[in-house]
DNA sequence: TCATTTAACGGAGGGGCCTCCGTTTATCAT
DNA sequence: ATGATAAACGGAGGCCCCTCCGTTAAATGA
């Protein structure tokens, strides 16, 4: 008699079974539109907008996310994964150097939304919260095993640290406002990429 | 030619001629009113129930004070300047242990809106805000003229140094946090107005 | 399949923030 | 005293926060 638990095999530490299918589409359905709202006009939009546009109750808001910062961390969590998650199809699908263009390009939509939220991502790294803890580093090593497979596969030059082309990547976000700025990002992304193209064993002999 | 200002003489570099009287009365007011608010149940105090209490509308509050930080400033600032007022008063009233004695009493109250503001004060001192430059050593410098009279003439011991007191009156603040909290607070500080009379030369002969 | 059980929904409601603007009134020149 | 003129008033209104609770509809087991 060592689990008593009937049904979920699977209850971890945190006790909880799996949320209800309407539950799950709400709450995924938030998540996205407040990813959206956020990098748009910053954390600070109103949650009861969010609400809204989501197609949800004010109240199935508060009950997913009881406070403002839990909303924060579920769509910083979200947008992790979903770099992750991504690197993982375009390594599936695509050629590594296409693979890797492709995403450095998703990075640009990813540092928007960190945009709107980089002060409450401040205040969320002096709470307690795992969540950095849990996603600190994922990003990065996602972004080097990208960029290993395109070095295998002679794709770019192997002489580039993705540390460096990842801070490089980062910089961009700090370094532009204007109202083109998602255009500009893709041109300067795609700057970076050719660099990492030349000469490269496989680049057609490119210098 | 040197000065075209027809009536205000004294128009510094501020340049504001003074309130009206009714916005002068307003004003007064809702410092007040604030002050006692602040000091009960914090700086998050509804705005709304500030105006209303001080029976003025809730567009005058925020005509006099446009943020919330304007009105904990002049709030904070009203209570000093009443302290040092108070003090001279006292000064030239009262024999100086008596005024002394009074005074002290006087700082709990003026630590008790300090109790409720304590977050918000931090806060405006990370601000550009010119307030603690010009009120921070005026209490000390008004207590130690107090003590000074009090050793003049004999009524307490000269050996006490006046920032020790104050330092000992400041802690009665973080000390206590019970529903008595103002009855503890004035018992301590008769004890400590005590031990300054104890061995003084006109103390009749005590000790 | 159908009844039962709850988890989840969602919006009304009470309160607050702040702005805008029509109304009142202190002040001043006559 | 008496307008004329701004300064000051004040509250309605729009938006938001968050809670509470009656209603809806997944999930489950008979």
């Given at each position: 008699m060592a689990g008593s638990q009937t049904k979920q095999q699977a209850r971890k530490t945190t006790d909880a079974r799996p949320l209800r299918a309407d539950a799950r589409r709400n709450r995924d359905r938030l998540v996205e539109v407040a990813a959206a709202a956020f990098a748009q006009?910053?954390?600070?939009?109103s949650l009861e907008a969010i609400a809204r546009q989501a197609g949800v109750g004010i109240g199935t808001l508060y009950r997913h996310f009881p406070v403002r910062e839990a909303l924060i961390e579920a769509v910083y969590r979200h947008e992790v994964e979903a770099l992750v998650a991504a690197a993982e199809e375009l390594a599936r699908t695509k050629a590594p150097d296409e693979a890797l263009a492709e995403w450095m390009q998703r990075f640009v939509g990813y540092i928007a939304t960190k945009r709107g939220m980089r002060d409450s991502l401040r205040l969320l790294l002096e709470s307690k919260s795992p969540l950095f803890a849990e996603t600190s580093g994922l990003v990065p090593r996602t972004f080097t095993g990208l960029m290993e497979n395109a070095v295998k596969a002679g794709k770019?030059?192997?002489?580039?640290d993705s540390a460096d082309v990842l801070h490089a990547l980062s910089s961009i976000y700090s370094a532009s406002d204007g109202p083109d700025w998602q255009q500009r990002s893709r041109r300067l992304v795609s700057l970076i990429m050719d660099g990492l193209r030349y000469n490269a064993p496989e680049s057609g002999g490119q210098r």
């Open positions: 006009s910053g954390v600070d939009t770019i030059r192997a002489d580039a």
